[in-house]
């Protein structure tokens, strides 16, 4: 077995209603900064052990399905690195 890192980024998907990411874009854009679109997100680092980097992102991203995002409100995004 392998030790490894997996990180999971959770965002509520284009369309649904962001008021955190709003509210931060409006206060962004009073200070002076130009945005196109702001989506505020959550990232979880998952440390466990596999027999390979897919095995790990294989069980992250079943981790992701079953309680860390909502499909039907949530996209999520999956990387994994092998831990010294």
Known sequence: MTAFTATVTVRLK???LDPEA???QRSLERLGFDLNDLRSA????LDLDADSADDAAERAEEMAERLLA????????V????TE
């Open 42 to 45: 959550d990232v979880f680092e």
């Open 22 to 24: 709003e509210t931060t």
């Open 14 to 16: 284009r369309g649904v």
């Open 79 to 82: 990387e994994v690195t092998e």
């Open 70 to 77: 909502n499909p039907t409100i949530h996209d999520y995004d």
